[in-house]
């Protein structure tokens, strides 16, 4: 009996390193693609330099909570809450955000989803 239970549980771990393993590809695949089209959407400086665009970067993270996948500007990452949300100028006109950062969240998340369907 103690043998069945062994085997037993060698089958259950390499199913879950397996799923892990898929899962990690599917958060690192649709952060990729996160990033290319946060780079693609991003706003440009008036010169058309793009700092701010090139800057953004993906952490995969694996801890006892589980795992995160977490994107950030490196270069300007003060900029990315004022450009995504907008802000309000001196003489109290307001400019409004783009939202490019809500935009590749959602795709990513959709993507993610969709990739977790298919395992």
Do not use: C
Not at 17 to 37: F, P, R, V, W
Request: charged share 35%; glycine share 8%.
């Amino acid at each position: 009996m103690k043998d069945l239970e062994k085997q037993l549980a060698d089958i259950l771990d390499e199913y879950k390193d397996e799923l892990t393993d898929s899962l990690l590809a599917e958060l690192e695949s649709a952060g990729k693609d996160a990033i290319s089209n946060l780079k693609r959407t991003s706003p440009r400086s008036k010169n058309g330099r793009r700092h701010y665009a090139n800057g953004w970067t993906l952490n995969l993270e694996k801890s006892w909570k589980g795992i995160e996948l977490v994107i950030y500007n490196k270069n300007k990452p003060q900029l990315t809450h004022i450009l995504n949300d907008g802000f309000t100028m001196r003489n109290g006109q307001r400019h409004k955000g783009d939202g490019h950062i809500d935009d590749a969240e959602k795709l990513a998340i959709d993507e993610v989803e969709r990739g977790i369907q298919k395992l």
